[in-house]
Structure formats: C-alpha cells, structure tokens
Nanobody, 119 residues
Framework: QVQLVESGGGLVQPGGSLTLSCTVSGNIRTIDTMGWFRQAPGKRRELVAGISSTGVTNYRNFAKGRFTITRDDFKSMVNLQMNALRPEDTAVYYC?????????????WGQGTQVTVSS
C-alpha cells in the first residue's frame, strides 16, 4: 500500500519561493503519474502540475514558468518548486499519485500541506 506524506508548506511573502516535498512509502514505480493538486477555501480542488513515470511534465497555465515538478524514483520523492508566489497561490497543496487526472479520486492522496502567501 503506497502512502504519501507532504512537507515544506508554510508562510511566504509575495514573490517568495517554497519547495514542497512528497515522500512516497511503498513502490513509487507502481504509480504511473505523480502530481500536486491544491484547494483554496471556497474553491474546487485543481491540478497544479504532474509528472509521469517517464518524466513527462504537465502544468496548469497559472503554474507555467513559476513552478517546477520533479520526480526521483530512487529517493521515492516528488518535489514542487514554487517561485514568484502570489497571494492567489494560497491553498492546501496535496500530493497525488494515480493513473489519470480525470479520475484523481481513484488515486492515492497525501494529507495536504498549507501554503500561505501573504505580506
């Protein structure tokens, strides 16, 4: 049974950077796609970025050019480097592992880590 544990959230000023880490217990190689989702208060959960087992990445428009997702199967980790953060990036960020973004609920989820962007 694969489990995901996030770390690295916190409070950062606008324009600042944070790196979120997701540690995977179990065999990460059994997971086709790893990704990060986020959910802000009163809003729907949304995909931020994803990376396949072959290293193909996928970013939402708001993340392009600012966020970078990486996957290290040897370390069983997936990271999300976030730069130029904006107040609208404030949300709970969730690590996810599964097959299709469209059926994300069928995958594995971490418990979430809070990111707050505020001066």
């Amino acid at each position: 049974q694969v489990q995901l544990v996030e770390s690295g959230g916190g409070l950062v000023q606008p324009g600042g950077s944070l790196t979120l880490s997701c540690t995977v217990s179990g065999n990460i190689r059994t997971i086709d796609t790893m990704g990060w989702f986020r959910q802000a208060p009163g809003k729907r959960r949304e995909l931020v970025a994803g990376i396949s087992s072959t290293g193909v990445t996928n970013y939402r428009n708001f993340a392009k050019g600012r966020f970078t997702i990486t996957r290290d199967d040897f370390k069983s980790m997936v990271n999300l480097q976030m730069n130029a953060l904006r107040p609208e990036d404030t949300a709970v960020y969730y690590c996810w592992g599964g097959k299709y973004y469209s059926s994300a609920d069928d995958g594995v989820w971490g418990q979430g880590t809070q990111v707050t962007v505020s001066s």
